[in-house]
């Protein structure tokens, strides 16, 4: 059964931080990951999509793969209170489309 | 991204009463929609795999009796909970697949279901 495993949290950073959020999956033919962002009462919003090995940046967020130790991590430079969140790792690809989540890392950013 | 709606955002149903819950793809034509459930304090969990225009694939433990499904044309689905329990009191959410060389799911803002 595939699994994908969050650090559990929960974590808090002050404003102006770095916040740091890791994930590792289990099944090895992943082909690609994830990362959604989800307000308390709302529904999950993409926030980053990597599908090979290395870095990807995108304005404050950079996600990093690494498919021979089974890790994806997502890095939120200068953290904002408004990035207060559960971020949710996503992971898919190998033998079916289906999308398999993570349990959620909630993260606080403290003014 | 897509853009997703759903209908209604929030319903509350007495026991043993049905409910249905639309997912409209506002921007493109999808062929393929999926619907998720999420209990509190929990992640989401896949309950089926909409097709246009055939039946939906379900998920193990998920009854398909219970939970109807219909995707009937390339921008609506809709899930109908048949005959309510407190249990199923969740939210659910619906997601879009626009570009499946991607695997990029964008999901509908959720349907908050509560049967009393």
């Known amino acids: 059964q595939k699994e994908v495993e969050q650090n559990s949290g929960p974590l808090s950073v002050p404003e102006g931080a770095i916040a740091s959020l890791n994930c590792t999956y289990s099944d090895r033919g992943s082909q690609s990951f994830f990362w959604y962002r989800q307000y308390s009462g709302k529904s999950p919003e993409l926030i980053m999509s990597i599908y090979s090995n290395g870095d990807k940046e995108d304005g404050r967020f950079t996600a990093q793969l690494n498919k021979a130790s089974q890790y994806v991590s997502l890095l939120i430079r200068d953290s904002q209170p408004s990035d207060s969140a559960t971020y949710l790792c996503?992971?898919?690809?190998?033998?079916?489309?289906?999308?398999?989540f993570g349990k959620g890392t909630l993260l606080t950013v403290n003014p | 991204g897509a853009v997703v709606s759903q209908h209604p955002s929030r319903v509350i149903c007495k026991s043993g009463t049905s409910v249905k819950i639309e997912c409209r793809s506002l921007d493109f034509q999808a062929t393929t929609m999926f619907w998720y459930r999420q209990f509190p304090k929990q992640s989401l969990m896949l309950m089926a795999t909409?097709?246009?225009?055939?039946?939906?694939?379900?998920e193990q433990g998920v009854e398909k009796d219970k939970f109807l499904i219909n995707h009937a044309s390339l921008t609506l689905s809709t899930l109908t909970v048949t005959s309510a329990h407190p249990e199923d009191s969740s939210f659910y959410i619906c997601?879009?697949?626009?570009?499946?060389?991607?695997?990029?799911?964008?999901f509908g803002p959720g349907t908050r279901l509560t049967v009393t």
């Open positions: 996503a992971v898919t690809g190998g033998s079916n489309y289906k999308l398999t």
């Open positions: 997601s879009v697949w626009p570009r499946q060389a991607t695997y990029e799911q964008y």
């Open positions: 909409s097709n246009e225009g055939s039946k939906a694939t379900y």
